[in-house]
Nanobody
């Protein structure tokens, strides 16, 4: 059983910050690799940030130093803190879970994702 529910999206101005949260239920594997994926209309879904079962994080080059992914397995939450947002960061953000301990930011590594939360930066 897997359930992922995102929240925290919204509309912000360039340069502002936003934090996304994901309430997670993943019963298939203990401490799976988790990620945030992003999709812009007309483009393929892309990996933004990932955190594996050991807590090590990986980021897309475009967000390194600006976004921070964290997980709290005691509270079943995944968070993405986004700073210095740019219009090109706009898109639908999805919380995703893998069936493996490690995954990186490759979209193909993820088996489940939520309904998404919209982020618009203008």
């Amino acid at each position: 059983h897997v359930q992922l529910v995102e929240s925290g999206g919204g509309s912000v101005l360039a340069g502002e910050s936003l934090t996304l949260a994901c309430a997670t239920v993943v019963e298939t594997i203990r401490r799976p690799c988790m990620a945030w994926l992003r999709q812009v209309s007309g483009r393929e879904r892309e990996g933004v940030a990932a955190i594996d079962g050991d807590g090590r994080s990986t980021y897309a080059d475009s967000v390194k130093g600006l976004f921070t992914i964290t997980r709290d397995d005691t509270k079943n939450t995944l968070t993405l803190q986004m700073t210095s947002l740019k219009p090109e960061d706009s898109g639908m953000y999805y919380c995703a879970a893998s069936l493996n301990w490690y995954g990186g930011i490759s979209v193909a590594a993820y088996n489940y994702w939520g309904q998404g939360t919209q982020v618009t930066v203008s």
